[in-house]
C-alpha cells in the first residue's frame, strides 16, 4: 500500500520542505507528473518531473502519493494582504 502525503498548498513550510529535483520550489503538480516553472523557464531544462523531494526525510514522492489540500493554511496569503 503506498502512503499518501498531505501537502498544504498555500503553507509557507510544507512550500520550503518539498521541492523538484533542482531543489525549486516553484512547483505545481499536474494529473500524472509535476511541472516547475523556475526549470521550464531554464533553457535546455524540462520543467516536467516524477518526484518531489522531501527536504527533511531525503524521501522523494510520486504524484500518486502526493496530496494537494488548498485552504488548509492561509499562511501564504494573510503575508500577501500584508
Given at each position: 500500500?503506498?502512503?499518501?502525503?498531505?501537502?498544504?498548498?498555500?503553507?509557507?513550510?510544507?512550500?520550503?520542505?518539498?521541492v523538484c529535483p533542482r531543489e525549486h520550489r516553484t512547483w505545481e503538480a499536474?494529473?500524472?507528473?509535476?511541472?516547475?516553472?523556475?526549470?521550464?523557464?531554464?533553457?535546455d531544462v524540462d520543467g516536467r518531473f516524477y518526484q518531489l523531494r522531501d527536504?527533511?526525510?531525503?524521501?522523494?514522492?510520486?504524484?500518486?502519493?502526493?496530496?494537494?489540500?488548498?485552504?488548509?493554511?492561509?499562511?501564504?496569503?494573510?503575508?500577501?494582504?500584508?
Amino acid at each position: 500500500m503506498t502512503t499518501t502525503q498531505v501537502i498544504c498548498d498555500e503553507n509557507r513550510t510544507d512550500r520550503w520542505q518539498f521541492v523538484c529535483p533542482r531543489e525549486h520550489r516553484t512547483w505545481e503538480a499536474a494529473e500524472d507528473h509535476f511541472w516547475c516553472q523556475r526549470c521550464a523557464s531554464t533553457k535546455d531544462v524540462d520543467g516536467r518531473f516524477y518526484q518531489l523531494r522531501d527536504k527533511v526525510s531525503g524521501e522523494r514522492l510520486s504524484r500518486e502519493e502526493v496530496v494537494l489540500q488548498s485552504n488548509c493554511d492561509d499562511d501564504l496569503e494573510l503575508e500577501a494582504d500584508a
